[in-house]
């Protein structure tokens, strides 16, 4: 199964242009200010993070060792990173 996975991997569209993570972070981040995030850069970043890594939010809350609840916040816009632990 992983032999044909990485064959439809290579076969894929996306195989022949590269993502512009920086591009797709500016416009995540423009997008989310525009919605009036408090902090669309922040957010922006940490969802291209989370994204590149392929993780779900369960998944990176455990590698950053922070509450599920923490990330959800921050990609929300309902925290900041000052209380990330209050939660």
């Known amino acids: 199964m992983t032999a ?3 064959a439809a991997r290579r ?3 996306s195989a022949r242009w590269p ?3 920086g591009r797709m972070q500016a416009r995540i981040a423009a997008d ?6 408090p902090w669309p ?7 291209a993070t989370r ?7 369960a998944a990176f809350a455990e590698l950053l060792e922070v509450p599920e ?4 916040a921050m990609e ?5 990173d000052r209380n990330w632990f209050e939660i």
């Open 69 to 72: 609840n923490a990330v959800a």
């Open 76 to 80: 929300e816009g309902v925290t900041d």
């Open 4 to 6: 044909a996975r990485d």
């Open 11 to 13: 076969r894929h569209p």
């Open 41 to 47: 850069a922040r957010a922006a970043a940490l969802l």
């Open 51 to 57: 994204g590149r890594l392929g993780l779900d939010r």
């Open 32 to 37: 989310l200010a525009a919605a009036g995030h």
């Open 19 to 21: 993502l512009d993570v």
